[in-house]
């Protein structure tokens, strides 16, 4: 199975910041890279898809890029209700396996 | 509007069975693959299985902790994908997302229902 390994698993951050995630694959993955939100209690979402196509109705504050193996998401202009955990998905090879996510907190 | 429906979740015992189903909406269902996700409580995501579409033969495949215990199914004529899942264990327990696979070509999961729990206890 291909692991991935998101970096950090926790950031606090201030409003108006910028932030970078970064995401691992144990093997090469192309683009085939995705990001979710998820808050508390409720399903993930769907962000970026192929590493940095922006998912219809996703605000472009939202930001992926990557190939192979090394994949950021960067989130800019933070505002409260970026507070979430945020995960990586490879769709390279099934199984699809996740990050294990990283939690944000907006000081 | 894409609509993804759970039912099924309850408690049971250990070594039970349980039968999810996942009612769409608002999309053609027949074109597209659809897979079960899960995350148990205070964890991360876990992919499940999937049910590829009519074009790819209705094949299914299975996360290596559920091969041979859960079933992943599809009734095209009813827009519902299916979970059967036997010999259930305590680490089964989690939430139960339902989700399809878009049209990106990455295989990416762009709707999402809003889960069932799954409660494996004695």
Sequence with gaps: ?107 | EVQLVESGGGLVQPGGSLRLSCAASGFTFSDHYMDWVRQAPGKGLEWVGRARNKGNRYTTEYAASVKGRFTVSREDSKNSVFLQMKSLKTEDTAVYYCVRVGPSGYDAFDSWGQGTMVTVAS
């Excluded at chain 1, 606090?12 to 683009?31: E, K, L, M, N, P």
């Excluded at chain 1, 998401?73 to 699809?96: G, K, W």
């Design chain 1, 1 to 107: 199975d291909i692991q991935m390994t998101q970096s950090p698993s926790s950031l606090s951050a201030s409003v108006g910041d910028r932030v970078t995630i970064t995401c691992r694959a144990s093997q090469t993955i192309s683009v085939y890279l995705n990001w979710y939100q998820q808050k508390p209690g409720k399903a993930p979402n769907l962000l970026i898809f192929g590493a940095s196509s922006l998912q219809s109705g996703v605000p472009s504050k939202f930001s992926g890029s990557g190939f192979g193996t090394d994949f950021t998401l960067t989130i800019s202009s933070l505002q409260p209700e970026d507070s979430a955990t945020y995960y990586c998905q490879q769709s390279y090879r099934t199984p699809h396996t996740f990050g294990q996510g990283t939690k944000l907190k907006i000081k």
